[in-house]
């Protein structure tokens, strides 16, 4: 199946630097193999359940999302124990660190994700009681 995609060059010229880096065949190879981790990260997190302990790191533009982020952290206070922040440049770093029900946690970095200022959202389940 053929499709079209709009990405920023600089993300092109990056991930074509590094798929050639490994010795892949093509872009196409590389995108299938991203995708694939992208589905399957989606999958284990959709799949756990009962209480977690949880990283949830992001990066985001300060300016362009912050009042609507401290309200989502103040929505989901049940779940995220504390936080820690910094600041890279025009860019800042926030580690979330949750405990609670996976489906929480789960809809926090769903929540996380719907921002456009908001570039990458990681979870990390540290602990996994059923």
């Known amino acids: ?3 079209s995609l709009n990405v920023p060059s600089e993300l092109v010229e990056e991930f074509d630097r590094v798929w050639r880096e490994q010795g892949l065949d093509s872009r196409s190879r590389a995108v299938r193999e991203a995708m694939s981790e992208y589905v399957e990260a989606h999958s284990r997190l959709e799949a756990t ?12 533009r300060y300016h362009d999302v912050i009042r ?6 103040h929505d989901y206070q049940d779940v995220i124990l504390n936080t820690s922040h910094t600041h890279q440049g025009e860019w800042c770093l926030e580690s979330l660190f ?3 029900d996976a489906e929480r946690v789960r809809e926090l970095t769903y929540r996380l994700r719907d921002f456009d200022g908001v570039r990458r959202v990681k979870v990390m389940v540290i602990r996994e009681r059923a």
Do not use: I, P, S
Request: proline share 0%; glycine share 12%; charged share 20%.
């Open 1 to 3: 199946m053929r499709t």
């Open 49 to 60: 359940t009962g209480e977690v302990v949880a990283l949830v790191g992001f990066d985001y």
């Open 68 to 73: 609507e982020l401290h309200a989502v952290q």
């Open 98 to 100: 949750c405990r609670g």
